[in-house]
Every structure is written in structure tokens, then in C-alpha cells.
């Protein structure tokens, strides 16, 4: 029997509501999902194809602290909700997606925006601009046994007090439901993906000593130091 030749990497695991972990598998962000950033961003906001780009499990982080990442001048925040999914498959039926969801989280997308233009411009990928260390401030998930399955309530995220973004989970373009299906028509869904719903306007850049406040409501409250 073969063994490992390098020590194996510890499976990364966020903090759920109830005191456990929730193992990650893989990470799915979904691409300008509310119209209003979309348009703020300089896209049409008509319904389109979805689209992802996917963050690393171990870019999720429970600290409560953003380290201001290096190569960037214009770091922003994006407050996006969390989907965890207990199971999967592939082309799973729209009426059965939520059958798949363990629960729900507040997070933050935070990006290197000028490194992520850079690679737009230049028709390359993104993931130099999300897929940083630290790059998804979580907190934790909420069984969805809880609090059942949100399709509305207030999302906002202040920083230092002041609104920055303001939405309502009833203004994405795809709903949760129709995310999951959709990429388990191209993907193998399993237990531990998660997927970061997409975030209303108001992106902005943030900097060092900044306070981030992002609250989802019926979901939590998130609070974030930029050090």
C-alpha cells in the first residue's frame, strides 16, 4: 500500500452556529448576480448565463481580521451570502436544490480590484485579484434547520459606521435554487462546496484600520478589522 509522499493538507473547515466545523470542498462564486452591480461594474443587468470563478477552500477565514493583501492599492469589499451544501450530484432538478443546502453564512468577497481589472483587460483569469490568502471573511453557518431557506431580507455592509452597500436578497438574478442547478449540470457537486451568492452595489475600496460591518438579515452579523 502506497503512502503519501509529502505530509497530506489538513481538509480546511469553517465554524458553524452550532459549535461544530463545516468541512470546505470547493468554493463557487457567482459573477455580478445583483443588476445594480452589475451595472455599477459597466455590464448590462438584463438576466444572462451565470457565470463563477472559484476562491480556494483555505481563502476562507473566521478570524475576524482582513490582512491588507500585497500588490494592491485598491482592495474592495463585496458582502455576499453563503451557501453550504450537505450533499450533491449532478444535473440536480430545480425543485430539489434545496434538498442539498446544510445552511447559510454572511461573507465577504474582498478583491484586489486593480490587479483583477488588469487580468480582465488583458482576457486572462481572476484569481490573482480573489483567490488570495484571507480573501473571504466568514462567519459562521446557520443550519438551515434553523432558519430555513432565505430568499429576501436586507443585505448591508457599513464600514466604520457608514453604509457602503445596501440590497435585498430578492434582487439576485439567480436564486439560490437555480445556482445549484446550474452547476451541477457542468460540475459534480458534493458535500462541503459552498457558494458565495453574489453582492448589491456599492462596492468600494477599503483601508488598514477600517472596521466592516456586514449583516444579512434573518442570517447574522459579520464584523471584519482591515489590519
Known sequence: MSENVIPAPEVHTIPTAGGGTFPVRRVYCIGRNFAAHAVEMGHDPDREPPFFFQKNPDNLDASGEFPYPPHSTDVHHEIELLVGLKSGGTNIPLDQAL???????VSLDMTRRDLQGQAKKMGRPWEIGKAFERSGPVGPLIPASDIGHPDQGSVTLLVNGDVRQ?????????????????LSEYFELKAGDVIMA???????????????????EGVGVLTVKVV
Not at 166 to 182: A, C, F, H, R, T
Not at 198 to 216: H, L, Q, Y
Request: net charge negative; aromatic share 10%.
Open 166 to 182: 445596501e440590497g435585498d436578497l430578492n434582487q439576485m438574478i439567480w436564486k439560490v435554487p437555480e445556482m445549484i442547478s446550474y
Open 198 to 216: 453574489g453582492t448589491p452595489s456599492g462596492v468600494n475600496a477599503i483601508e488598514r484600520g477600517d472596521t466592516m460591518e456586514a449583516t444579512i
Open 99 to 105: 434538498d442539498h443546502v446544510w445552511g447559510y453564512g
